[in-house]
């Protein structure tokens, strides 16, 4: 499954980069994609006509495939869709819903559809609305994340559909992939480990935070909102943390106070590196993140890993 996966969408090695918004720029996207594996634009809340020239800038980059993350809840979401259609990306993945609705208009562009997904109930009912395959995602990434771990959940959701299970979720090396293909899936997806990438547009404060971390740097917020995030620890989420705590014991919960300490909160962190109010959104594979490289060598050293560890490996 595994080789017609890779086979069916283009790549040469079955990693995909995470479209995570504000890192995922055609830069990143088209590193990824020509050092062989799926390179992906995060089309974030941007309107449809920003998506189009992100499309096309990738483009110019590469002539491999490459695919964009339509985030569903995004008030253009529609205009996305039809754009990602009229350009004719090769796979899009999607969060924060179900592409049913859209799947139609997919498949007639050709596109491979592939859902984020974090529970076995919401794998089965993507599967049963056409997804080509799945992006099963553990509680250690980066970004809004479910309530299961990898280890865990990868294995019940293999089991519990018939297509593709992509792995996310604490994989930054080759002994991360080789576990994940041992689970069932049939290719991993890396985020953390890609934000530190030469061609990755993230501040160098960024970067360095995620180099820098250790186990434990890693802290989840928003759990009393119901949309928790995986965030390096600052002044920021440690004042995020005392608000949750302070909303929990009041009678009427004032969101809003949330809501203006994480507005544009990724921003300052991606593009202005701002260390006390920037959301350093990172995965607990951070503490396994030594240095910046290339995306070529980044995942030429992933294969490299995963093949000096397997006493079978796969032939790719």
């Known amino acids: 499954m595994s080789r017609s996966l890779m086979e069916r969408i283009g790549i040469k090695y079955p990693i995909i980069q995470g479209a995570m918004s504000w890192v995922g720029t055609p830069s990143l996207a088209a590193g990824v994609s020509n050092a062989g594996g799926l390179g992906m634009i995060g089309a974030g809340h941007e309107p449809g006509e920003v998506v189009r020239k992100l499309i096309r800038e990738t483009k110019e980059m590469t002539d491999k495939p490459f695919g964009v993350n339509v985030l569903l809840l995004s ?28 799947m139609k ?5 050709g596109i491979i559809v592939i859902p984020v997904v974090a529970s076995v109930a919401l794998a089965k009912r993507m599967e049963k609305d056409g997804a080509d395959a799945i992006i099963c995602e553990g509680m250690e990434a980066g970004g809004h994340i479910g309530k299961s771990t990898t280890m865990t959940i990868v294995p019940q959701v293999v089991d519990a559909v018939s297509i593709p299970v992509i792995a996310a979720g604490g994989i930054a090396d ?28 993230a501040h160098d404060n960024f970067k360095k935070r995620v180099i820098k971390a250790r186990d434990i740097d890693t802290v989840v917020t928003g759990q009393i909102t119901g949309h928790p995030v995986r965030v390096l620890r600052n002044k920021l989420t440690n004042e995020y943390l005392k608000v949750e705590k302070e909303i929990t014991s009041d009678e009427n919960p004032d969101f809003s106070r949330l809501e203006a300490l994480g507005k544009g909160a990724l921003k300052r962190a991606v593009i202005d590196g701002d260390k006390n109010t920037g959301s350093f959104m990172a995965g607990q594979s951070a503490g396994l993140v030594k240095k910046e490289q290339s995306c070529k060598e980044i995942v030429e050293e992933l294969m490299e890993e995963y093949k000096a560890l397997t006493s079978n490996p796969l032939v790719f």
């Not at 529609?78 to 999607?94: F, G």
């Not at 208009?105 to 562009?109: D, H, N, S, T, V």
């Not at 080789?178 to 530190?196: D, P, Y």
């Open 75 to 102: 008030p253009y979401v529609e205009e996305v869709v039809n754009v990602v259609c009229e350009e004719k990306v090769s796979v899009i993945s999607t969060g924060a819903g179900s592409p049913g609705r859209y």
């Open 105 to 109: 208009q997919f498949k007639e562009a």
């Open 174 to 201: 080759g002994r991360g992939m080789a576990a994940a293909i041992m689970l069932g899936a049939s290719a991993v997806q890396l985020g953390t480990r890609f934000v530190v990438a030469s061609e990755s547009i």
